[in-house]
């Protein structure tokens, strides 16, 4: 016996309007909430009606609860994604940074950020690690830059943050690090100065 498959009516001229409101806001990932606000929804359940439909319509891509993007999930930067799931200030460095620039050679297993929370999580495939930093420090924007949507510290900015949280920690590529720079910017941003020599 044949079964026709039902689908749920979708209103061209309501996706064309709340999708172009979307994109005038130049992100690809939204929070739930995010979303209500832009489209003026206020009723949840109307909301997440939507959203549904629009998942099993293949106009979103849902990442995880609350969290969608517009694009399918391999597409989108990983750091764009870590950035995004932790829905508050926060920006990539550590090891992440420090890995890509040459100055630590382990593997990394997680992309490393620093936020007000501790926590690690796997979103889209990815590890991600982020390490609580309290306000005074982490609204510190110095050394830190925008990259793609991105906030991403500096070299010299991974290099002062990975020796807050570890004061001994080993570079490998020490003789590369202009801890002048190091030194200048733990004082903009109130660390502790932690000298060390060139080898």
């Given amino acids: 016996m044949r079964t026709e498959k039902h689908t749920i009516p979708l209103k061209s001229s309501a996706i064309d309007a709340r999708f172009a409101a979307l994109a005038r806001m130049g992100e690809v990932v939204f929070h739930a909430r995010d979303m209500a606000a832009i489209w003026g929804i206020t009723n949840a359940n109307t909301l997440y009606t939507i959203l549904s439909r629009y998942v099993r319509a293949g106009l979103l891509f849902r990442l995880q609860n609350g969290l969608y993007s517009i694009k399918p999930p391999h597409e989108l930067d990983p750091l764009l994604i870590g950035s995004k799931a932790i829905h508050g200030f926060c920006y990539v460095s550590t090891e992440t940074v420090l890995s890509r620039a040459g100055i630590i050679q382990q593997q990394v297993s997680h992309i490393t950020l620093v936020a007000e929370v501790s926590r690690k999580f796997t979103l889209a495939g990815h590890r991600f690690r ?27 900015r991974a290099i002062a943050d990975m020796l807050y949280f570890s004061p001994q920690y080993h570079f490998d590529a020490s003789a590369h690090i202009d801890w002048d720079v190091v030194n200048r910017l733990q004082a903009d941003i109130g660390y502790a100065i932690t000298y060390r020599k060139k080898v």
Avoid: D, M, T
């Avoid at 609204?139 to 830059?145: V, W």
């Fill in 130 to 156: 982020s390490r609580s930093l309290s306000e005074g420090y982490l609204f510190n924007e110095a050394g830190i830059a925008r990259v793609a949507g991105v906030r991403v510290a500096s070299l010299e």
